[in-house]
């Protein structure tokens, strides 16, 4: 049984600071990892993938996997109102295949 | 480009009664796949299509679900004798290889059985 754990929150940063989002998987053998946002009563939206153990960075949203620990995580920087959202934590073994979603993180930004 | 298009956007139904729910993924897009969200629950993983083939049905529900997909194109996803319970937003997302299985997500058909 594949599982993917997110601490369901709130969340709550203030704006401008540092939003930190994580994520625990059971299945070794996955090999590709997302992190989508959805809004409310909207679908989700992909903002990163990662496939390498490290850091990946795009913008002010920075992706960071550890295989070994099973642990993913999102950080956010300079965080604005408009970040408030669920952000899903997704996995799969790689390929086409269906995600592994984890329930969803749902943050809060602070003006 | 045009991204993931599904109809319609809502859809109530009575108890019993067949719906149909259809999906027009990415333009070149050789993956799509289907997934239901109820209220309070999360993305829970339906089938995929690679093609026109499906490799794996195991996640349907039930019988009483079914999907195909003609023409390496558009999809349905057949739910035939309604229950309460399939109440839910059905999401449709396709990917390419290309790009590694980034899977792209559509606004989603949402099914009410009353």
């Known amino acids: 049984q594949k599982e993917v754990e997110q601490n369901s929150g709130p969340l709550s940063v203030p704006e401008g600071a540092i939003a930190s989002l994580n994520c625990t998987y059971s299945?070794?053998?996955?090999?590709?990892f997302f992190w989508y946002r959805q809004y409310s009563g909207k679908s989700p939206e992909l903002i990163m993938s990662?496939?390498?153990?490290g850091d990946k960075e795009d913008g002010r949203f920075t992706a960071q996997l550890n295989k070994a620990s099973q642990y993913v995580s999102l950080l956010i920087r300079d965080s604005q109102p408009s970040d408030s959202a669920t952000y899903l934590c997704?996995?799969?073994?790689?390929?086409?295949?269906?995600?592994?979603f984890g329930k969803g993180t749902h943050l809060i930004i602070q003006p | 480009g045009a991204g993931v298009s599904q109809s319609p956007s809502n859809k109530v139904t009575e108890k019993g009664k067949d719906v149909e729910l259809r999906c027009d993924p990415i333009?070149?897009?050789?993956?799509l796949y289907w997934y239901r969200q109820s209220l309070g629950q999360g993305l829970e993983f339906l089938i995929y299509?690679?093609?026109?083939?499906?490799?794996?049905k195991s996640g349907l529900p039930s019988d009483r679900f079914s999907a195909e997909r003609t023409g390496g194109s558009v999809s349905t996803l057949t739910i035939q004798r309604t229950q309460q319970e399939d109440s839910a937003v059905y999401l449709c997302?396709?990917?390419?290889?290309?790009?590694?299985?980034?899977?792209?997500f559509g606004p989603g058909t949402r099914l009410t059985v009353t």
């Open positions: 997302a396709s990917s390419d290889r290309d790009s590694l299985h980034e899977q792209y």
């Open positions: 299945d070794r053998g996955s090999q590709s």
């Open positions: 990662i496939y390498s153990n």
């Open positions: 997704a996995v799969t073994w790689g390929g086409a295949d269906g995600l592994t």
């Open positions: 333009s070149g897009h050789t993956a």
């Open positions: 299509f690679q093609g026109n083939s499906a490799p794996d």
